[in-house]
């Protein structure tokens, strides 16, 4: 089947640790992004690449990395720079000008 | 940013009823909308789009009104069952050719009450 792919369901982490955040895709997209959802708040994003080695900053990049080294991959990881890094973390892709693929998501708890 | 609204944070309907979602979008530019649900502690997933060259879409229980003279987009749920109990958002790019980049509402609640 494909689709998108995250892991690991739950993350906690403890101050002052780096974690990273898996997201694998086999829809042969080109287009990844991360978001971070907070209650009562629409998605935000975080970072996004349009292609593979290329990566833009979003909205709240800020204590984030990211790395697209395969097409199928983009890793999120959140340094210990986040000050408040608990949150649900959400991987999407797309192709072209077409809708975004979401996937389960990861909840990252700070300790 | 973007910002993208909608009227209602929460709705309540009975099963069987229709369901009614509104979102005002701010870019006059946007020529791409999607409404996505979301259900507790999982991704989104993507319900109907509608491009600004339309006025309505429908789907399978699901119809998108888009108006563009106000900006703002509906989403229409016929028969409404337990099972569309989620949080559904409207999300906006303004340009569906270079970016990619979507903009979403903080979203609406439905409760569907059996």
């Known amino acids: 089947d494909g689709g998108i792919t995250q892991s690991p369901k739950y993350l906690f982490r403890k101050e002052g640790q780096n974690v990273t955040l898996s997201c694998e895709q086999n829809?042969?997209?080109?287009?990844m992004y991360w978001y971070r959802q907070d209650p009562g708040q629409g998605l935000r994003l975080i970072y996004y690449?349009?292609?593979?080695?290329?990566?833009q900053k979003g909205d709240i990049a800020e204590g984030y990395s990211v790395s697209r080294e395969k097409k199928e991959s983009f890793p999120l990881t959140v340094t210990s720079a986040q000050k408040n890094p608990t949150a649900f973390y959400l991987c999407?892709?797309?192709?072209?000008?077409?809708?975004?693929?979401f996937g389960p998501g990861t909840r990252l708890t700070v300790l | 940013g973007e910002s993208v609204g909608l009227h209602l944070p929460t709705l309540s309907v009975q099963e069987g009823d229709n369901s009614i979602i509104n979102c005002a979008y701010s870019?006059?530019?946007?020529?791409?909308f999607i409404w996505y649900k979301q259900e507790s502690g999982k991704g989104p997933q993507f319900i109907i789009d509608i491009r600004s060259n339309m006025d309505k879409r429908q789907g399978q229980r699901v119809t998108v009104l888009l108006n563009k003279t106000v900006k703002h987009l509906s989403l229409q749920i016929a028969a409404t069952q337990p099972g569309d109990s989620a949080v559904y958002f409207c999300a906006e790019n303004p340009d569906e050719l270079g970016g990619n980049q979507f903009y979403f509402g903080t979203g609406t609640s439905l409760t569907v009450i059996p």
């Open positions: 870019n006059s530019a946007s020529d791409y």
């Open positions: 829809l042969n997209h080109d287009a």
């Open positions: 690449s349009q292609i593979v080695n290329d990566f």
């Open positions: 999407a892709s797309s192709e072209g000008g077409n809708e975004q693929f």
